[in-house]
């Protein structure tokens, strides 16, 4: 058996940027242990045997590691996979996270997975849903999860609820997290004409754990979440603006189509680390600093309300 | 109101049945968009990731067809196939067999045990570790008993039989192969061994008695039964050489006698 060091411990550190962790870099990464405060990977990309958890094993050695699942369909009507719930905990007992997360959204039906991170009808009923689906993750892994906003392209008309209350109330009924993606928030907002500001003031502050960055391509018509590019300028905006109402958030850097040089991800979460530390971040468009002051009350509004 | 239920079912008959447009009464597109722009957004990462998974899986079978066949047999695949797992790396099982259904693809008559192959190579990469097989435990049997053992092979092992040069046009068709592009598809066919070792995944040929020896016991048989299928492709089939040789590289990894 090989000799294995002691892991770093699995928090992930509260100020720290991060990059997801993608098989293109696993060498590089062990080879050069960049400047990374964390490292995040798609859960079910583990759930087997074989060279990407070896990697994985390899590389949380020096790492403190999130999970972040795709697949588990947190919104279905029908019952969570129990195989899929177990696989998970499985892999939680071998990488011992720092964070576990899924999405606000559902993927399967009828017994059919659809493997894409569908949006769900704001009602009533798609909340107690969601909700209990949550709990019973929350039971059989014995720990809190976060669960992040995505991004869309279409509205349900039977929606009752405005997005950013459904997405408060999952946290306050069931005590999980917020995984807030900032990205998802600025493609829908576009998408749909809501005011990303608004959203974010309806969001319990206390109860986000982690932040997300990805890059958008612009369709014909909409925004498209593609995670293929660098964060775009307004997203690095309405970034600062959600850490200075907030406060420092582990953030990672989000990758998925067009994986670039481990430099290029590096770079962005370097960017993201100068807004976490609040100094001037090294691009021209952070000169121009939003006012401040506007959304200081992020966590208390929803509080009062 | 239609119940959670009933909106996630129209919305995924929706995706994969395009003569099927009941969900958009239910949906708003994006501002400036019609709900089936909107729609087709979700059609297209669907089958997009769907594609991208096959792509994957099958890097071979698309060099052979080519992007454009690969794209149209994939979305077939995924309209008459569901996906029954959350987790995407696994799906895809069956393209080997649809493509043998595929019109197109007759005329490549081998495609599909290629696509069996690349399927044995995906799935030996994310099969299950197994340790080594207890060598102390196996010397300890009495010889009566040998007939009788029932050995289990790798989790990662998969053995497979084609009527053409399958592990040739694999080869040639690697993005790191140089070397002469054509394979002679009258060579004859090959009987494969596929397993992890380490990280990567070995194709390993068989002669026909080994293959026979290993698919025998793959396939639940004992010992002695596994020997006669051996024997009867070749009389002077080394047994004792060839079980050494996959319990040291860790083929067979288990036994039991029964």
């Not at chain 1, 294995?4 to 720290?16: E, F, G, N, S, T």
């Not at chain 1, 899924?102 to 659809?114: I, Q």
């Not at chain 2, 005329?107 to 599909?112: N, R, W």
């Amino acid at each position: 058996m090989n000799a294995r060091l002691d892991p770093v411990p699995a928090a992930i550190p509260p100020a720290r940027a991060g990059i997801g962790l993608r098989a293109p870099h696993y060498r590089e990464i062990l080879a050069t242990r960049p400047d990374s405060g964390w490292l995040e990977v798609h859960s079910e990309n583990y759930f087997r045997d074989g060279r990407p958890l070896w990697f994985l094993e390899r590389i949380r050695e020096h790492f403190p590691v999130s999970l972040h699942g795709v697949g588990l369909s947190l919104g279905s009507a029908g019952a969570l996979d129990a195989e899929h719930l177990r696989q998970l905990k499985n892999l939680i007992e071998r990488i011992d996270p720092g964070l576990v997360s899924e999405h606000l959204s559902w993927g399967a039906v009828d017994g059919r997975h659809l493997n894409d991170l569908l949006p769900l009808p704001y009602t009533a009923e798609a909340l107690g849903r969601v909700c209990a689906h949550i709990g019973e993750t929350q039971d059989f892994l014995g720990r809190r999860i976060l669960v992040e906003n995505i991004s869309s392209y279409v509205r349900w008309r039977h929606d009752t609820i405005p997005e950013q209350e459904f997405v408060a109330e999952v946290a306050l009924r069931t005590g999980c997290g917020l995984l807030l993606d900032v990205n998802n928030i600025y493609v829908s907002a576009v998408n749909h004409g809501f005011d990303p500001r608004a959203y974010l003031e309806a969001i319990p502050g206390d109860c986000v754990e982690e932040i997300h960055l990805a890059g958008f391509d612009e369709g014909a018509t909409c925004l498209i979440d593609t995670h293929g590019r660098r964060v775009s300028e307004p997203v690095w905006q309405l970034y600062r603006e959600t850490i200075e109402s907030l406060g420092p958030r582990p953030t990672l850097i989000e990758w998925d189509t067009d994986i670039p040089a481990l430099s290029v991800l590096l770079d962005e979460a370097a960017t993201a680390q100068c807004i976490l530390e609040n100094m001037n971040a090294p691009h021209a468009h952070f000169r121009s600093l939003p006012p401040k002051g506007v959304h200081a009350s992020l966590g208390a509004a929803h509080r009062e309300a | 109101m239609p119940s959670l239920h009933e909106l996630q079912s129209t919305f995924a008959r929706g995706l994969f049945d395009p003569a099927d447009a009941s969900v958009l009464a239910h949906l708003r597109g994006a501002r400036g968009m019609d709900a089936a722009a909107g729609f087709a957004v979700y059609r297209n990462s669907t089958f997009s990731n769907y594609r991208t998974a096959l792509r994957e899986a099958y890097p071979v079978v698309l060099r052979l067809v080519g992007e454009t066949f690969f794209d149209q047999a994939a979305d077939g695949y995924v309209r008459a196939t569901p996906s029954v797992f959350g987790d995407i790396n696994i799906y895809g099982d069956a393209f080997g067999a649809f493509l043998s259904g595929c019109p197109g693809a007759r005329e490549l008559a081998y495609l599909p045990d290629v696509a069996r192959l690349e399927w044995a190579c995906h799935s030996a990469f994310g099969a299950a570790d197994a340790q080594p097989l207890d060598t102390a435990r196996l010397a300890e049997v009495p010889p009566e008993q040998l007939d009788e053992l029932r050995f289990t092979l790798h989790p990662s092992a998969s053995l497979l039989d084609s009527p053409w040069p399958v592990l040739s046009i694999w080869r040639v068709n690697q993005p790191d192969f140089a070397g002469e592009q054509s394979v002679d598809l009258a060579a004859g066919g090959d009987r494969l061994l596929v397993m992890r070792r380490g990280h990567d995944v070995d194709l390993e040929p068989l002669h026909a008695a080994e293959y026979a020896l290993l698919a025998a016991l793959a396939a639940g048989a004992p010992l002695g039964g596994a020997m006669e299928a051996a024997l009867a492709e070749d009389a002077a089939f080394g047994l004792g050489s060839s079980l050494q040789r996959h319990v040291a590289a860790g083929t067979l990894v288990d036994f039991a006698i029964q």
